[in-house]
């Protein structure tokens, strides 16, 4: 930030002909012990496999403003995405029997439409437990997301 106002302020200095882009697509830092410690125990608590992962995380959600997910937090989300479809198959199926077949509606339980509800209110809790960890992770927004 001091460098920003420093080069605002300065008459010489160009920030354009000062600033020098990497030509690869490697940026090297230097830290300090106590740094790289934080950052490796804040990797680990964040289930990232190593600090080289969680950087780059980090940097990304900075810029993008925007969560970045671990791998196990995409598998959970696919797996999400799979238990939701099979809750819509079961869905389309009640919603025939309920419109084609109607005759044969009393099949259909109250109890049966109870447990398609409890497991939709139980998948919306862990989708939206998960999205809010990695929000609050990355200090994006620490509301919790709604319906």
Not at 36 to 50: D, F, P, S, V
Request: aromatic share 4%.
């Amino acid at each position: 930030m001091l460098r920003m106002i420093i080069n605002r302020v300065s008459p010489c200095s160009d920030i354009e002909t000062q600033f020098k882009e990497v030509l690869t697509n490697r940026i090297t830092i230097r830290l300090t012990s106590n740094n790289l410690a934080e950052i490796t125990k804040q990797a680990k608590l964040e289930g990232y496999l190593n600090q080289s992962n969680w950087v780059p995380a980090a940097v990304l959600s900075n810029i993008h403003r925007d969560p970045v997910l671990t791998d196990n937090e995409t598998q959970a989300l696919r797996e999400s995405n799979r238990q939701l479809a099979a809750i819509g198959r079961n869905l389309n199926q009640i919603a025939k029997i309920l419109n084609i077949e109607f005759r044969e509606s009393d099949k259909i339980t109250k109890e049966m439409i109870q447990l398609l509800e409890d497991k939709l209110i139980q998948h919306k809790q862990k989708v939206n437990t998960l999205l809010t960890k990695n929000c609050q992770r990355w200090s994006i927004n620490d509301e919790p997301f709604s319906d």
